[in-house]
């Protein structure tokens, strides 16, 4: 499956943003789907994940009460909603597929990674 990401750009903090991820390729709906990011000098790190069908959403600590992940399987689409934005969300998010409901949030066993959507934050 090829994935490819959209939606970042500058923001101020306390702003929102939503972030896109069209999948092509093989069954989206095969896979679960799930948001990283990459700061600077940082490691990438799990933000949000969802399962095939559109439940089980769940969220790193960082991303609680802020963040919604969704997903269309009609139009192969996964979404990230950034809400109450804040300088430390500036990053490179990406999106991510894979088979494993239990591997979706680590880094090491995602599947397939789509390109990266820079959001940066301004304070």
């Known amino acids: 499956v090829q994935l490819q990401a959209s939606g970042g750009g500058l923001v101020q903090a306390g702003g929102s943003l939503r972030l896109s991820c069209v999948a092509s390729?093989?069954?989206?709906?095969?896979?679960?789907m799930g948001w990283f990011r990459q700061a600077p000098g940082k490691e990438r790190e799990f933000v949000a994940a969802?399962?095939?069908?559109?439940?089980?959403?769940y969220y790193a600590d960082s991303a609680k009460g802020r963040f919604t992940i969704s997903r269309n399987n009609v139009e192969n689409t996964v979404y990230l909603q950034m809400n109450s934005l804040k300088p430390e969300d500036t990053a490179v998010y990406y999106c991510?597929?894979?088979?494993?409901?239990?591997?979706?949030?680590?880094?090491?066993?995602?599947?397939?990674w789509g390109q990266g959507t820079l959001v940066t934050v301004s304070s």
């Open positions: 390729g093989r069954t989206f709906s095969m896979y679960h």
């Open positions: 991510a597929a894979g088979f494993g409901l239990e591997d979706i949030a680590t880094v090491s066993r995602i599947d397939y």
């Open positions: 969802v399962n095939w069908s559109g439940g089980s959403p």
